[in-house]
């Protein structure tokens, strides 16, 4: 037996993960270079003799759930994951000239592929599955949900940063009458949105956050905090409170986590969202401080894992009539998929969405649910 091999089979016997052994959960080993690459790579490791196909495991959502409630990752930390770290501290690693890397490499993919693993409406965040019994019930239901809480009426004008697709824009002006500008910085979901929505009283633009002047009734922000960066926090929610009316509601939807930190799981900073950082409680309020009120905070986390695993049946279920994806690239995202639905089963990530207010603006506010 190899050192690496004997040490990462040590390392995960108090966990009760046997390395080819017989259950569901533990990982089946097909090449001995995934030691080396483990315990010489880490996280990163781990996910790239994956996508590579030296290991697999039947319930792999499981095994890592199990490893992250463990927090294992801390005893896979070569001394060099310490350069990203630094470079992230010393550097704005989301700063406008970066910010274009993460539609590239994720969002701008396909959009065919997007279309078979979400729902009917292209809807690329946690769905809300309370009363709700499919996918596209449990998207529309999360969209309704925003509208509620923002107050939204006929006839107000609304700003949503990150519109992906479209989704959340179309809704609100279809269902409630709403005028909404939607800024991205994904080719191909600002060439979506503007075919399915053009209709609508909906204005899409290819636009950086820092760059919106205008003044909007209510903001909302769905999944794009987390590719802000600890550096800008303070400057988005200044933006917010620029063009945010003094009586308007601003809602974040963002996934977050329990500790502060300046980079993202490596394998995912590599592979899926460059640049992208999950946000902690503490930034989130250290970056609104004597700024803006908070009024509701709401988190479910919980169903951020149901719709996770939604999204990987649909794509299992379609990955064979996709053309242009490797099985590389099928592996990456079965891994991706199944590894984020373990960090909110661990608990170790959450799905929140916060109501937030100017100073001078309303004072009363009821939390809908």
């Known amino acids: 037996m190899t050192s690496a091999k004997h040490t990462l089979t040590r390392l995960l016997e108090p966990y009760d993960i046997t390395i080819n052994g017989g259950r569901a959960i533990d990982p089946q080993v097909h090449h001995d270079r995934f030691y080396d690459r483990v315990m010489g790579d880490g996280v990163l490791g781990v996910g790239e003799s994956y996508m590579d196909g030296d290991w697999d495991c039947t319930a792999l959502d499981e095994l890592i759930t199990r490893l992250l409630r463990a927090d294992f990752g801390k005893q896979l930390r070569p001394a060099k994951m310490i350069i ?64 509620r809480k923002i107050g939204l009426q006929p006839g107000d004008r609304i700003l949503d940063i990150g519109c992906g697709w479209g989704s959340f824009a179309g809704y609100a002006a279809e269902r409630y009458g709403a005028s909404v500008v939607g800024i991205t910085i994904s080719e191909e979901q600002l060439a979506y949105a503007r075919e399915r929505y053009g209709h609508l009283d909906v204005e899409f633009r290819f636009q950086d956050y820092r760059d919106v002047r205008e003044t909007f009734d209510h903001i909302v922000s769905v999944g794009m905090f987390e590719h802000v960066g600890p550096k800008n926090y303070r400057t988005y929610l200044e933006m917010v409170d620029r063009c945010l009316r003094e009586e308007g509601f601003f809602l974040l939807h963002t996934i977050g986590t329990n500790r502060s930190q300046a980079t993202a799981d490596p394998w995912v900073e590599k592979y899926i969202f460059p640049g992208g950082v999950l ?61 984020a639905a373990a960090g909110f089963r661990s608990h170790r990530n959450h799905l929140w969405q916060i109501v937030f207010a100017k100073r001078g603006g309303r004072v009363a506010y009821d939390s809908v649910r």
């Open 84 to 147: 990203p770290v630094l470079r992230a501290k010393l550097v704005n690693q989301q700063r406008k000239a970066k910010a274009l890397r993460v539609g590239k490499q994720h969002y701008d993919i396909g959009n065919d592929l997007y279309h078979r693993m979400l729902d009917r409406r292209m809807t690329y965040t946690c769905a809300y599955w309370k009363e709700a019994r499919t996918l596209d019930e449990a998207q529309e239901h999360k969209l309704d949900l925003i509208c």
């Open 279 to 339: 946000p902690s409680a503490a930034q989130v309020t250290r970056a609104a401080e004597g700024l803006l009120i908070i009024k509701d905070w709401h988190n479910f986390g919980h169903d951020y894992d149901r719709t996770l695993m939604a999204w990987h049946a649909n794509f299992d279920r379609s990955r064979h009539d996709l053309s242009g994806y490797d099985e590389r690239f099928c592996r990456m995202w079965r891994y991706w998929l199944l590894t």
